[in-house]
């Protein structure tokens, strides 16, 4: 699945990044980074864009960066 197809609230582990090397270069700039952890924690009203919080920091993604996110979504208690 992608991040695009996430839920809110949810948490997921990044696989990889599937988009030009400029782009997945930009996302691990980001910190977006294969092995990592994301959750979305807010998503505009029409769905465009969401905010995600990384190990990092906080950041605003639009819905078509996301969707080049593949993740795994993390059990949840």
Known sequence: MNL???ELGNTYTIRSIACDAPG???MMHLGLLPGS???IVQVAPLG???T???ETGVLSLRRQ???ALDVDPLDHP
């Open 24 to 26: 997945a270069q930009r």
């Open 52 to 54: 995600v919080e990384t």
């Open 48 to 50: 465009d864009p969401m």
């Open 37 to 39: 952890s994301v959750k």
């Open 65 to 67: 960066d996301a969707r």
């Open 4 to 6: 695009g197809e996430g």
